[in-house]
């Protein structure tokens, strides 16, 4: 069925709205204004005739003046984030003061309140009527189909690929069924859509997920932050400059938007030509012809100063929302919970109502553009679930919005000039608990740092209790208490030192002398900095004796990685030992409790370039589901167990079947699999570059 054909065209097209609507703005505007003369001093109508005049202008110079300026005068309005197009329009309004006689509008700054306000009054109306801003796309793009004719028909369908970050697969199947997700829940009733799940890599988190997604390729990615000892640097995804190297590394110009995609708030852009509010491309640090395409991305949103006055109304009201929302918390001792004060409060409406009203502006228009693949990223659900919990109302709520966007965008498909087909997705999910600091009385780095020979900070506190010993694994040689032996091992090397002297100074800072740690959600990452490349588990007993038993004995410890010289990668846990190389295990298998593929992907990092001398997973308890992440959030992800490694996959039911999905980069063979199904030709790779992969000659 073409979009033309489609009979559910949406409630916008139907005869007379947009007349009736634009007289009710007419009115409405009007009348504010005989309100502003009234209450403003510098500001006066004094003919009766006048408010209906100047509204008719000021409509004039909004409609068709003002987007033809804003062309020019792009930069000023995305760098203000907006402000400075009120400022501009403001300008205008001053000028169209002077068309009519006996108006006056004393100064820019009264212009301004006059142009917020009547943009107030349009985007009530919008609101009250459920008439969304978008409404020149639908008829725009309606236009445009049937002027294309039969060309357009040739094409393949498009493909919209929407990201609900952190939205894990058991909490999309529970909001379905009680009525959070109801685009999804129709979808799914009538059979155009499928619901099913995909496994992540250890790293479940969105710098492996997508690099991984949309450049077939997430080698080396450890985590959301990682630190490399060659260079002495911690890299870091939502880092421009780190991002744009890891780009670098992974792209070979055959990404999964290559060819005219775009790629909408992320952080890679796999090789879109595309993009706006992409960490990967942020204009400083791409060539200036691309920069130009990164804006345009804005143009339809600053086009309009009533999305801006809409847009920064919802994000007050948002933040109202979370305040009020924090103090509940509060008093109704709901736990666990982190604190929610300060800048978040803030940080919050930025990516639950800001962001994610940018990125729709910009999907509409890469629809009206026909644009052949289009990916964006809506981060709210999981900014919110970091500090609310993954189901609780607050985030609840966000996953409604975003439903409510999603199916805006589903009606404007139906109505772009070439068909789209939307799959939604999320690229991990999250799993809840106590933060390790708060329910330890100590965080990771000092944690690691106090076995390591660093000074205890004043005022900490240990709450971690001995646990019941372990078997210890038979790489050890012997069979026993994995802990005692450990410090026994330990105790009879001649050559015992609690740690290594330290060199220079670096530019990372260190948990201990030698010793730097970094974590990333439910993974910590330890490196031993005054050795080269990887350090094994004999010179880790030799240097930092009481490391290794610590940890493992920690009840915040789920299982450590670590490389012995003897038997190579082993996984240490509290009851037991798996060895990799072999995949044998001694007692317990400290993997059993997190999904049947952990040592297939643990044995992946493991061979990482950059992968630590440790690699520490959180512990998770099955029975209750919660673990506790070694970043100060109640919802967290990026390592092993519970929800945080079940994304969602919501696709076209006549798409072919995936199967099991395991790893990011088998989802983008999936995703390229779709796209060669439709008709989409294969990207060929940049020559130049055709060596930046990781590993690659």
């Not at 190297?245 to 060819?259: F, K, M, N, P």
């Not at 002297?501 to 670096?506: F, H, R, S, T």
Request: charged letters at 20%; hydrophobic letters at 45%.
């Amino acid at each position: 069925m073409t979009p033309v054909e489609d009979t559910d065209t949406g409630r916008l097209l139907r005869g007379g709205r947009l007349i009736a609507r634009l007289l009710l703005v007419w009115v409405l505007v009007a009348v504010e204004l005989h309100v502003l003369d009234v209450v403003l001093e510098d500001f006066a109508l004094p003919r009766w005739w006048q408010p209906t005049a100047f509204a008719l202008l000021y409509g004039v110079l909004s409609a068709v003046v003002w987007p033809l300026v804003l062309r020019v005068a792009l930069p000023v309005a995305i760098f203000t984030l907006g402000i400075g197009s009120l400022l501009l329009l403001g300008a205008g309004l001053l000028a169209v003061s002077f068309v009519l006689p006996d108006v006056v509008v004393a100064n820019l700054r009264t212009a301004v309140l006059v142009v917020v306000a009547v943009s107030a009054v349009s985007a009530l109306v919008s609101s009250l009527l459920s008439i969304d801003e978008d409404e020149v796309f639908f008829r725009r793009a309606a236009r445009r189909f049937r002027r294309a004719g039969d060309g357009d028909e040739e094409q393949p369908p498009g493909v919209l690929l929407l990201q609900i970050d952190g939205l894990g697969y058991d909490t999309v199947r529970r909001a379905v069924r009680d009525g959070d997700l109801p685009t999804f829940a129709a979808w799914l009733a009538e059979g155009s859509h499928v619901l099913t799940d995909w496994h992540c890599d250890w790293s479940s988190q969105t710098g492996a997920s997508v690099c991984g997604m949309l450049h077939g390729s997430n080698e080396d990615i450890l985590g959301f932050r990682w630190y490399e000892k060659d260079r002495d640097h911690v890299m870091a995804c939502a880092h421009p400059a780190d991002a744009a190297e890891i780009e670098r590394r992974h792209s070979d110009g055959r990404g999964l938007l290559a060819g005219g995609g775009a790629a909408r708030s992320g952080l890679f852009t796999g090789d879109a030509d595309h993009a706006s509010l992409t960490m990967s491309a942020v204009p400083l640090l791409t060539p200036s012809r691309r920069r130009a395409r990164n804006a345009n991305g804005y143009y339809t949103y600053f086009a309009n100063p009533v999305n801006l006055v809409r847009t920064v109304g919802a994000a007050v009201v948002d933040i109202l929302r979370e305040v009020s929302a924090s103090a509940r918390q509060r008093r109704a001792d709901v736990r666990p919970r982190v604190k929610r004060g300060g800048f978040y409060p803030f940080a919050r409406s930025a990516t639950t109502v800001i962001t994610r009203d940018l990125v729709v502006s910009a999907i509409i228009g890469d629809m009206m553009e026909a644009r052949p693949v289009v990916y964006a990223d809506f981060l709210g659900y999981d900014e919110v679930a970091h500090h609310t919990g993954i189901e609780r109302y607050d985030a609840l709520a966000v996953v409604r919005a975003i439903d409510q966007q999603i199916g805006r965008l589903h009606r404007a498909a139906r109505l772009a000039p070439r068909p789209y087909r939307l799959v939604v997705l999320s690229d991990h999910g999250v799993t809840q608990g106590w933060a390790f600091t708060d329910r330890f009385g100590e965080s990771i780095e000092a944690l690691v740092g106090r076995l390591c020979g660093a000074e205890p900070r004043k005022g900490g506190r240990e709450r971690a209790k001995p646990t019941n010993p372990w078997q210890l694994d038979a790489a050890l040689a012997e069979a026993g208490p994995i802990a005692p032996r450990l410090r026994a091992r330990a105790g009879k090397s001649p050559d015992h030192r609690h740690r290594t002297p330290e060199g220079a100074p670096g530019a990372v800072a260190r948990a201990a002398p030698g010793v730097v740690v970094v974590v990333s959600g439910h993974v910590a990452m330890v490196s031993f900095t005054e050795h080269a490349g990887r350090v094994d588990l004999e010179t880790v007993e030799r240097e930092f004796p009481d490391l290794l038993p610590a940890l493992v004995d920690h009840p915040g410890v789920g299982f450590v990685l670590v490389r012995s010289s003897e038997t190579g990668p082993v996984v240490l846990g509290r009851d037991g030992v798996h060895r990799l190389a072999t995949g044998s295990v001694t007692g317990e298998d400290p993997l059993a409790g997190y999904g049947p593929h952990a040592a297939d992907l643990v044995r992946r990092t493991d061979g990482f370039a950059h992968c630590p001398d440790l690699l520490i997973n959180s512990r998770y308890s099955p029975s209750t589901d919660d673990a506790s992440p070694f970043e100060p959030h109640v919802g967290s992800h990026g390592g092993l167990g519970g929800g945080q490694s079940r994304g969602f996959l919501v696709h076209p039911a006549d798409l072919p079947p995936v199967g099991e999905i395991v790893g990011a980069e088998a989802l983008h063979r999936v995703l390229r699999g779709w796209l060669t199904h439709l008709g989409h030709p294969e990207p060929e790779p940049r020559p130049a570059d055709a060596g930046s992969r990781v590993g690659a000659p």
